[in-house]
């Protein structure tokens, strides 16, 4: 099955590091673009970044240059490393697949929470 | 990179048909056709339902359709169903290689 799974979440504190993989199934990520959404609690959908197979990868105003996305095709995993977190990045980080050439997510992770709190 | 807009909420009685709007500028959603829709229940994974303005993806019901006009887009439902009931959003590509979201809508089916 196609699929795609986020680990490494989890409570850290204001101006902490994490870093969060996404794991890919079925496919190779390096003949696809990926990219991180988030939603906070009580909000909507918001794009964190997109790592394209051929190697640019762009990111949100809110998260630039404190967010770093890095693709390894031998694990066939996109990791996003997240450093000086604040509180409002407190959020259900996804993972979704956009197929090379097209401009849609039609796979979805399940999501991973990342709380930052002191 | 401002959301695009979206009503907050829709609603509509069981058989009728509703249409949520989605604003964007010259530089996402006017600029191109790359406008897709998303169907997400609470504690679930977001669905593509709509891809490239009015594309539908296999499995999506056919009630489900998209088009567009200008800087604005559009999702509606025909036949609303009581399973329709979820949070939509909207998303475009924009001309800096970004995507941005729509704010999403709750649709309520009364």
């Known amino acids: 099955e196609v699929q795609l799974v986020e680990t490494g979440g989890g409570l850290i504190q204001p101006g902490g590091s994490l870093r969060v993989s996404c794991a890919a199934s079925e496919f190779t990520v390096s003949s696809t673009y990926i990219t991180w959404v988030r939603q906070a609690p009580g909000k909507g959908l918001e794009w964190v970044s997109v790592?394209?197979?051929?190697?640019?990868?762009y990111y949100a105003d809110s998260v630039k240059g404190r967010f770093t996305v890095s693709r390894d095709n031998s694990k066939n995993t996109v990791d996003v490393q997240m450093s000086g977190l604040r509180v409002e990045d407190t959020a259900v980080y996804y993972c979704?697949?956009?197929?090379?050439?097209?401009?849609?997510?039609?796979?979805w992770g399940k999501g991973i929470t990342v709380t930052v709190s002191s | 990179q401002s959301a695009l807009t979206q009503p907050a909420s829709v609603s509509g009685s069981p058989g009728q048909s509703i249409t949520i709007s989605c604003t964007g500028t010259n530089s996402d959603v006017g600029g191109y056709s790359y406008v897709s829709w998303y169907q997400h229940y609470s504690g679930e994974v977001p669905k593509l339902i709509i891809y490239?303005?009015?594309n539908r993806p296999s499995g999506v019901a056919h009630r489900f359709s998209g088009s567009k006009s200008g800087n604005t887009a559009s999702l509606t439902i025909s036949g609303l169903q009581a399973e329709d009931e979820a949070d939509y959003y909207c998303?475009?590509?924009?001309?800096?290689?970004?995507?941005?979201f729509g704010g999403g809508t709750k649709v309520t089916v009364l």
């Open positions: 998303a475009s590509y924009t001309s800096r290689s970004t995507w941005v």
């Open positions: 490239d303005v009015n």
């Open positions: 790592s394209y197979a051929g190697g640019a990868t």
């Open positions: 979704a697949r956009g197929p090379n050439y097209q401009h849609f997510m039609d796979v």
